[in-house]
Structures are given as C-alpha cells and as structure tokens.
C-alpha cells in the first residue's frame, strides 16, 4: 500500500505478558518514528530510526520498552512485562531525511493491558 | 525541551461558525510547525505545515494558520465550519535542526453541530 501500516491494529493483554507491534513504512522513508498517545494526551515521541545510524531511543519511558529496525524496512516495538499503564495507542510515523519533512502517520495500534 | 500548549480542549459550535484553535510552544530556535487532524475512526492526517516564508499558510479544507513569531504562536483558523470539521486538531512542533521528532500538543476536540 501506498501508506504507513501498523498490526495488530487492537491488542489486549494480560498485565506481565510481553507483546510485539509492527510498523511497515512508506517505502523509500528513511525516518521512521513511534509515539504514544495516553488516553485525553497528546502524542508523545518514544524513538526514532534514521536509516542506519543508532536509533535515538530518548523517548523510551523504560527498559522494559525497545524497538528494532532492520535497514529502511519494517520495525517492531517491544513491551516487556506490560504494566496497565502502557495502555494506549501506539502510533508509527515514517518520513524523509532533513528538518522540513513532514510526517506521515499509521493507524496505530490500540494496546490494552488488563 | 521543546512543550506545545493548545487550550480549550473541547470545543462545540454550529455549523457555519468561525474557529479558531490557538497553539504556543516553547523553543526559541528554528523551528517548523504542524497542524495534524483524526477524523473519527482515521489516523493522523497532515492539514497544515509551516517552514518558512509567508507567516499565513493555508490547507486542505479551507483551513488556515499563522505563525506568529513573536507570540511563539501558530493558531489554526477557519471561517466556516461545517460538520464534516468534527475532529481532533492537534498542533506540533519540530526543531528544524534535531532529529525531527514531534513535540505535540494536547490536542482539540472539536464537535460540530449541523
């Protein structure tokens, strides 16, 4: 597809359990970003990946949290041990190279932690 | 770091009134400036974008925004609203020399009554 896709688009989980969402980017993005949306929240950044070099994980809230990304493709986002608080939709942006470049945005995934 | 206020987070009005969003943030360099909408049931889509230039930028839909440099302001306008407008505004802002992650606001919801 022409955008960016996100599985599972809903996910509910048992609180502990760990759980894997995925982000297929527009293809030749070099960018690729995840953020959290809290329920009544804006959007809050979690990581980003620019093409090969390290990722900028400063948005990460916790160990239990990490990303992967291979080259310009897909990228996954781990949460280990969820804790209730984690609930929220976890959106994938992806984009080009430079400052001026806008973002464009998945459908996100809607975790719930039980 | 850089922080994005919106105000007024729930925001009702009938159809053909004016609106207007305000948007303040807080970083005293270069930077580029987003307005993003979520229509019920949709992910993030890009109404507006600010680089450079002329401070009035227009978007899709009829709407507009202006950069007000010295107010630290980008407040979102439209004259005539119409119940298709029924969305989540949500104004961001990037630092036009950092790795061009989004701070964004809280968001506005937006009803519009036909």
């Known amino acids: 597809g022409a955008g960016v896709s996100q599985s599972p688009s809903n996910k509910v989980t048992e609180k502990g359990k760990d759980v894997e969402l995925r982000c297929d980017p527009i293809s030749g993005h070099t960018a690729l970003y995840w953020y959290r949306q809290r329920l009544g929240q804006g959007l809050e950044f979690l990581i980003y990946f620019q093409g090969n070099s390290a990722p900028d994980k400063s948005g990460l809230p916790s160990d239990r949290f990490s990303a992967e990304r291979t080259g310009e493709s897909v990228s996954t986002l781990t949460i280990q041990r969820t804790q209730q608080e984690d609930s929220a939709v976890y959106l994938c942006a992806s984009g080009g190279t430079g400052g001026s470049y806008e973002q464009y945005f998945g459908p996100g995934t809607r975790l719930t932690v039980t | 770091a850089q922080s994005v206020s919106q105000h007024n987070h729930h925001v009702i009005l009938s159809e053909a009134a004016s609106l207007e969003l305000g948007c303040n943030y807080s970083?005293?360099?270069?930077?580029?400036l987003f307005w993003y909408v979520q229509y019920p049931g949709q992910h993030l889509q890009l109404l507006l974008k600010?680089?450079?230039?002329?401070?009035l930028v227009k978007g899709i839909k009829g709407f507009e925004a202006e950069f007000i440099k010295s107010k630290f302001s980008f407040n979102l306008r439209k004259p005539s609203v119409q119940w298709s407008d029924t969305a989540e505004y949500f104004c961001a802002v990037n630092n036009y020399y950092g790795n061009n992650r989004l701070a964004f606001g809280k968001g506005n919801q937006v009803v519009v009554i036909p």
């Open positions: 970083y005293g360099g270069t930077v580029n």
């Open positions: 600010y680089f450079s230039g002329d401070p």
